[in-house]
């Protein structure tokens, strides 16, 4: 599979656009820290105020200095004012923050452009990280030619959340495997199972982390693709239009009122309080479905993310550490980094914390830890299944000119995909048909098709 070579990456990335909502829909809590330039027994990490990073904050002093001498200082921001800070900083190379959380969607980008670290000679010489414990998707969603740039903080992967004991009461049966027009019968059939209960509910909120995010993993598995190997648009394509034409009259059909403003956040809402009987999404939400306290906790049943013509569908997300090629301190970082992302990491967590708030995702080991599986059973095996199975280099029936399951790797597609999911978004809205809004995508696509093409043939 061909990557964009590094010229073509380096002039590109500068311009990454900001707006991912994590897939999972990120978390708009207070972020703050301190920011003091690293010394040789300290090092300074700039990270996304989500919670899980919030409880690593609150660990570090009392296990990791107290192990190693090593202090962090700590500068926590929001998601998309860490994004622009983070972009900054690197592409300036000025050295200020040793370690970053960064996503699969930035490791690669950043690794071609040389501004983190391969990790490589850090592995070698630390074996009790044990790299072969990371479950392969997130080893190969981090890499860049054939080295690891990244580590997993914690990761995802997407899946179809159904109430089965709704499903069970009107005498259906979920396959094990579903196909999206078998998900769409489900739907049908619970649309007004209780009053004012949609079929299922998907994402319409524009945005790229939004529902192009679900979208891209329909397209995928219907055959289509946004550009081919060799750089041609395919937005407006038979295979991508049958994809979105049926998204489209799902949601319009059987899904959620409110449908172009929904985004995570609100279909968590509709299936925990009971207005949406399945749900398509992140892995991640089933924590919260499951939740003491949660109206529908045991009621949930997870199956694997619906296909049409691929065998796995579902989309692979992680945040992860990157650490700056101009940091002074790499040691000290690379220390940082084996501790937050190893096994002992989340044996504290769950000891200190809970186990329902390890940052799970990213080793085989945790779904083979019985105390985790006691809080997270009825997800965690679908979860490590769902993730397992998303394929970053190969998605879809075509190959592709870059990494990604429900993005494409370049840095130009956070500005198409929320051009382009405006314009979905309408047509979920109805103020416009998908061949409309499709043939608007093809055009923007092909704008950046042309970069690409170009550049290669320079």
């Known amino acids: 599979m061909r990557q964009p070579h590094r010229a073509a990456t380096l002039a590109a990335a500068g311009t990454l656009l900001l707006g991912l909502s994590g897939c999972s829909g990120g978390w708009a809590g207070w972020g703050g820290g301190a920011f003091g330039a690293s010394t040789e027994d300290s090092i300074s ?8 990073m919030v409880d690593l904050q609150q660990l570090t002093a009392e ?10 200082n700590f500068t926590v921001l929001p998601e998309n004012d860490v994004r622009d800070k983070i972009s900054q900083e690197f592409s300036s190379q000025a050295g200020q923050y040793d370690v970053a959380s960064l996503s699969n969607f930035e490791i690669p980008i950043y690794a071609g452009a040389e501004w983190i670290t391969p990790m490589d000679e850090f592995l070698a010489e630390d074996p009790g990280f044990d790299q072969d414990d990371i479950l ?4 190969t969603s981090l890499s860049h030619e054939g080295q690891v740039y990244g580590q997993p903080f914690y990761g995802e992967s997407s899946f179809l959340m159904y109430r089965r004991d709704l499903v069970e009461a009107e005498g259906l049966t979920m396959p094990e495997n579903p196909t999206w027009p078998e998900v769409a019968e489900i739907a049908a059939a619970l649309d007004g199972a209780e ?3 949609a079929g299922i509910c998907l994402r319409g909120q524009p945005g790229w982390g939004q529902v192009i995010a679900p979208l891209t993993t329909v397209v995928n598995t219907f055959g289509g693709t946004w550009f081919t190997e060799d750089w041609q648009a395919r937005v407006d394509s038979p295979e991508f239009t049958e994809a979105v034409r049926f998204y489209v009259d799902l949601v319009r059909q059987h ?44 009621k949930i049943g997870y199956a694997p993310a619906p296909v049409v013509e691929t065998d796995s569908a579902g989309w692979l997300y992680a945040w992860a550490w990157g650490i700056q090629e101009a940091s002074r301190n790499k040691d000290a970082a690379w220390e940082f980094v084996s501790w937050a992302s190893g096994k002992e990491y989340e044996q504290l967590v769950g000891e200190e914390l809970g186990w329902s708030r390890v940052p799970a995702g990213k080793r085989a080991s945790t779904y083979e830890n019985e105390e985790y599986l006691e809080v997270a059973g009825s997800f965690a095996q ?3 299944q769902a993730i397992e199975s998303a394929d970053p280099a190969d998605p879809g029936v075509q190959p592709r000119p870059a990494l990604g399951v429900q993005f494409v790797g370049i840095p130009e597609f956070p500005d198409l995909g929320t051009q382009v999911s405006q314009e979905i978004s309408s047509a979920i809205a109805g103020r416009t048909s998908v061949e409309d809004a499709l043939a608007r995508g093809q055009r923007l696509a092909s704008d950046v098709a042309e970069r690409y093409l170009s550049r290669e043939g320079s």
């Open 63 to 72: 296990h990791f200095t107290a192990e190693t001498g090593i202090r962090v």
């Open 195 to 197: 009053p004012g209960m």
């Open 255 to 298: 899904g959620q009122a409110g449908a172009p403003q929904s985004g995570f956040t609100e279909c968590l809402n509709n299936l925990t309080q009971g207005d949406a009987a399945m749900w398509y999404d992140a892995t991640s939400a089933a924590g919260s479905l499951e939740a003491e306290g949660s109206p529908v906790k045991g």
């Open 45 to 52: 990490v700039l990270m996304v105020n989500n919670p899980q």
């Open 382 to 384: 679908p979860t490590r």
């Open 136 to 139: 392969d998707p997130m080893e």
